[in-house]
């Protein structure tokens, strides 16, 4: 079952652990089909959030994060990698979940690569997709939660809160 505009239209930290073990179903250009299972996310609580890109407000890096729940916001990491989120809650709301890892492959830059995905998809709807999209086939994680990674520069409150969700079954 492919997840609609209701999933995402939820606060960050909901639909953050509720993406854990969902599918992501990538269609290629010669009309193969990737799929993997999500199994480590990270939420993203907008503007007073300092981890979360949106804490600065409203910019042109930041602008698709203020977009409607289902948007793709795709940004780039060191200069070398694309990163994957997909905004939730209410439009002008700037909320987000990064996908972190999936099963068999562990990093959101490794799966971004293996997804094949770029900029090209910020702003696309993951809804609305033909190339891309999630689904759920009604596996039921087991899921621990974690502080999120490699954001010290927001500080002790924020880079200590128990945002990143985990399949304890499927992570390594």
Partial sequence: MKLNEDFFNRDCLEVAPDLVGKLIVRKLDDNSYIKMR????????????KACHASKGKTN?????YMAAGTIYVYICYGIHYLMNIVTEKEGIPQAVLIRCCEDNEGPAKLTKSLFVDKSFNGESIIE????????????????????????????????????????????
């Fill in 38 to 49: 999500i199994t480590q996310t990270e939420a993203y609580r907008g503007e007073d959030d």
């Fill in 129 to 172: 997709n033909s190339k891309i999209w999630l689904e759920s086939d009604g596996y039921l994680p087991l899921i621990k939660t974690a502080t999120r990674v490699g954001i010290d520069y927001a500080g002790e409150e924020w880079k200590n809160k128990p945002w990143r969700y985990i399949d304890i079954n499927l992570s390594k």
């Fill in 61 to 65: 890096r930041t602008q698709t994060m």
